[in-house]
């Protein structure tokens, strides 16, 4: 019997599965959840962006007609906003309206256009007390208060 010994060699262990490069599966799963966090933060934008235009179409509605009623309609938008987001606003009457809103915005309103948007709700409908200015003046900052706001 012939002599096999020196062919024998010894074992060697295979090298270690690596972890990377990782798999396509696992590179899959990776771009869904990003891919579902920029969808969520997509979404979240939609929604507020959707309330500011939604509320700027509103105001954009509002006929010129009677100043009275349109500035009650404003108030009524700006009031609605308020209750969404700033829930102690909401029983805020007289000049303690007008200072929370100047201070929720860079351009505060004064003279008539306060006044107007304070007395809205209680001048009758065919009162001249205010102008058109005063309307176009109230829904400048109306539109401004909304932007920053919302």
């Not at 062919?7 to 060697?12: A, C, F, K, N, P």
């Not at 938008?77 to 100047?102: M, P, S, T």
Request: glycine fraction near 4%; charge should be neutral.
């Amino acid at each position: 019997m012939p002599d096999n010994l020196p062919e024998l060699r010894d074992i060697h262990l295979p090298d270690g599965v690596s972890a990377f490069p990782i798999a396509y599966g696992w590179w899959l799963i990776l771009a869904g959840i990003v891919l579902l966090f920029l969808l969520i933060q997509f979404m979240l934008y939609l929604r507020r962006y959707s309330k500011a235009r939604y509320a700027l179409k509103l105001l954009q509605n509002i006929s010129n007609a009677n100043v009275v009623e349109a500035a009650k309609e404003m108030s009524e938008i700006l009031r609605r906003i308020c209750v969404l987001k700033y829930k102690e606003a909401a029983i805020l009457l007289g000049a303690d309206w007008i200072d929370f809103l100047n201070q929720k915005t860079k351009s505060p309103i004064a003279g008539k256009t306060a006044e107007l948007l304070i007395n809205a709700p209680y001048i009758p409908q065919e009162s001249s007390t205010y102008s058109q200015e005063d309307l176009e003046s109230l829904r400048r900052f109306c539109q401004k208060w909304i932007g920053e706001n919302l």
